[in-house]
């Protein structure tokens, strides 16, 4: 069975499969259940200042999308920070992390954008023997009109700053857990790192109204006749996520800044694809709060099975796949493909043939007697067919090689080639 376990910024954990916080995290029985169930580390629910905890709403917090079998794909949440009493929380963890020597403790925090309110926590959490902290920038709805959360995480400047200050004042590890609400994340990514983090985590959620109530006409989850925005997560966000994780893995400024991957994971499929693109590890909460903690079980089996596979150690994995994503005028103009039928696994739908004869490239042949076949000479290998089609692997995209004819051009298969050099790019025509 292959080594999972991790050192993330010093932070030593058994596998790479944290709880990221939230209510999974929220509360010492959680967390010592999670531990048994395997989880390799958690961070802990965010803690707030001292004094009269938040309060949270008292009616629905959480809106749903489903897919056709009901499967949540996508959680949308109004919860704010904990709202348990902060010396309690401590108190907890400084326990839990005595019991629990072996796995990761992370603190996330989140108070206002004064020095002194974060020196005040930080010490305070310091004396817990927590393993590191994370800096909740990230909160889309509560704290960031009071100007915490995504308020600071939306604002590179306020990140530097915060982090500094963190840094300054802890001999702690810090995570910076960004918000995927703005334009380029690779401006707080770097700004973190400005700020001296160690590492940042994301992503955060997503700002989103999940659904629309027709009969009461408000937003769900509806409170009294109003709703109003929440943070998104669960397998929806994933490739958000993966975007995300990507960009500031490849950016040359931050490419050697740790991550940790969040967003969606819900199998040992998805904690890898997110190493694969320079996660050092991942965080979890939607899948637990839909599945209970043992879902971790399948992760670690699932990995390290995937790991044994390939002959492969964890940290062989860990951005493995980041020197293959590029930019799109990088890409191979002269890589063809045609899209293929099985005949035998075909069950004559007909999803194939609607969406390319009515959106695509009319490439789809429907005979009389309902087979479908494709039209080599007008298919631009879009793809199209292959995502509709409710049968896996029944139609496969098939690879032309190099010197192969390609029927719809009627041209061989020239060597790569691509965007920059190609004689359409007015840059190109310019240059010469
Ligand atoms: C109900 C709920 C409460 C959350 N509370 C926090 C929080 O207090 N602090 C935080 O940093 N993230 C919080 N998150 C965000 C998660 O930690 C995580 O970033 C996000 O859910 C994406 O991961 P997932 O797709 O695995 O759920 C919360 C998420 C949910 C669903
Ligand atoms: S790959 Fe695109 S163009 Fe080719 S058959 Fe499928 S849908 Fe049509
Ligand atoms: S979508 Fe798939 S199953 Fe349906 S007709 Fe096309 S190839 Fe056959």
């Known amino acids: 069975m292959a080594d999972l376990s991790t050192s993330f910024v010093g932070i030593k954990s058994p596998n790479p499969f944290w709880l990221a916080s939230a209510p999974p995290t929220d509360k010492a029985y959680n967390v010592v259940r999670a531990y048994k169930a395997g989880w390799g580390g958690v961070v802990w629910k965010t803690l707030g200042e001292d004094g009269p905890p938040v309060v949270n709403v008292n009616g629905p917090r959480y809106g749903a999308v489903w897919g056709a079998d009901r499967r949540l794909l996508g959680l949308n949440n109004i919860e704010l920070i904990t709202d348990r009493p902060l010396e309690v929380n401590l108190r907890e963890i400084k326990q839990v992390k005595r019991d629990w020597k072996d796995r990761a403790l992370v603190v996330s925090l989140m108070v206002p954008c004064t020095e002194d309110a974060w020196k005040a926590i930080l010490k305070r959490v310091e004396e817990t023997d927590a393993d590191g902290i994370e800096l909740n920038f990230g909160c889309p709805h509560g704290m960031a009109e009071r100007g915490m959360g995504s308020a600071v995480g939306q604002v590179p400047e306020y990140i530097e700053m915060v982090t500094r200050w963190c840094k300054e004042n802890t001999r702690m590890p810090v995570i910076v857990k960004l918000t995927p609400n703005i334009a380029d994340i690779r401006k707080p990514a770097e700004a973190a790192l400005r700020g001296g983090a160690d590492a940042v985590s994301l992503i955060n959620t997503v700002n989103s109204i999940t659904s629309v109530d027709l009969d009461r006409f408000a937003p769900e989850p509806t409170l009294d006749g109003k709703g109003t925005h929440g943070g998104y997560c669960g397998p929806a966000v994933k490739p958000i996520a993966l975007n995300m994780v990507a960009e500031i893995a490849r950016n040359p400024a931050t490419r050697d800044l740790p991550i940790s991957g969040i967003g969606g994971v819900t199998t040992w499929r998805d904690a890898a694809e997110f190493m694969a693109l320079g996660a050092g590890n991942v965080q979890v909460c939607t899948a637990a709060m839909t599945y209970g903690f043992k879902v971790v079980e399948e992760m670690i089996s699932g990995l390290s099975q995937y790991l044994d596979e390939k002959a492969m150690t964890l940290p062989d994995l860990v951005g493995r796949a980041v020197p293959n994503v590029t930019d799109w005028q990088y890409l191979n103009l002269n890589y063809v493909t045609k899209a293929v039928i099985n005949q035998d696994d075909c069950i004559k739908c007909g999803r194939c043939y609607a969406a390319c004869e009515d959106t695509s490239h009319q490439a ?31 139609i496969t995209m098939r690879e032309l090689a190099p010197g192969e004819v390609d029927k719809r051009t009627g041209k061989p298969v020239a060597p790569y080639a691509n965007w920059t050099t190609h004689p359409n790019n007015p840059s190109v025509s310019a240059a010469e």
């Open 364 to 394: 789809i042949d429907m005979s009389a007697d309902r087979v479908f076949s494709v039209k080599e000479e007008e298919c631009v290998a879009c793809n199209l067919c292959v995502d509709v089609c409710p049968v896996e692997n029944c």
